[in-house]
């Protein structure tokens, strides 16, 4: 698009047309020409430097309005709600209410706000409590192989083969809010 931009400009220098020199100007205030050839961004950042580079994607015609904004779990980041421009943005997360929860009696209990390793940390006892349990309380290589599933704070955890599948909602924040999709 930044060739098509270059092309453009040379092809007004080179033509007899009228009014060249404001149609060069105007387009010398661009930073690409044309349409754009796919249909989303996906972004594996977080925070401000996620914002910057969304940003940075608005000024080259590249607009959430044009295309699909998708990123990894942000934890609900509020600062997102804030940014209109930037909406709407797709992210896969664990479920919202069951996240307000835990910092709400997380709070209450231990008088801090838990990070994330504290919420992923709750399931994880659990998953491994759930699994040995499972297996008669034998820790031995079958307790991931057997087909399983575990339903936690955080989603829902499918176990088959050694492989552990953590199952995520999908959400957008969209008008201010986030909006649970799947």
Excluded: C
């Excluded at 940014?83 to 997380?106: A, G, M, R, V, W």
């Amino acid at each position: 698009r930044k060739q098509n931009l270059k092309d453009e400009i040379k092809r007004l220098e080179d033509s007899n047309e009228q009014n060249k020199e404001w149609k060069i100007k105007n387009l010398e205030k661009k930073d690409a020409l044309g349409g754009i050839n796919f249909d989303s961004v996906i972004v594996s950042d977080f925070e401000e430097s996620l914002k910057s580079v969304f940003t940075s994607l608005l000024y080259t015609d590249v607009s959430p309005k044009r295309v699909y904004y998708i990123t990894l779990n942000q934890w609900f980041d509020e600062s997102f709600l804030k940014e209109e421009s930037l909406q709407p943005i797709y992210f896969p997360s664990i479920n919202k209410e069951n996240y307000d929860k835990f910092i709400n009696d997380y709070k209450k209990i231990y008088d801090v706000y838990p990070n994330q390793l504290s919420f992923l940390s709750y399931d994880l006892v659990g998953l491994v409590y759930y699994l040995i349990y499972q297996n008669n309380f034998e820790v031995d290589e079958k307790i991931f192989y057997k087909k399983n599933k575990f339903k936690g704070k955080v989603g829902i955890f499918e176990i088959n083969k050694n492989k552990i599948n953590h199952v995520l909602n999908f959400y957008k924040v969209e008008n201010n809010e986030f909006k649970k999709i799947f």
